[in-house]
């Protein structure tokens, strides 16, 4: 029977581990500034909004 266990060596599951824990890291900053961004364009975006609004409203548009 050919023991295939403890084929990968500790370094390379080190590296493995490191890498996925740079993803999650670059991904929670990701997200960070997705919403930093959403934060400052939710109000905008609602005024341009209602801006269309009020113009269709009073045929400006």
């Known amino acids: ?24 890291l670059a991904l929670q ?8 961004i959403a934060q400052l364009l939710t109000p905008i975006l609602l005024l341009i909004v209602a801006l269309v609004v009020v113009l269709w409203l009073y045929d400006r548009l």
């Open 29 to 36: 900053i990701v997200g960070i500034v997705v919403g930093w």
């Open 1 to 24: 029977m050919i023991d295939s266990r403890g084929a990968l060596e500790v370094e390379t599951l080190l590296k493995i581990v490191l890498a996925l824990v740079a993803v999650l």
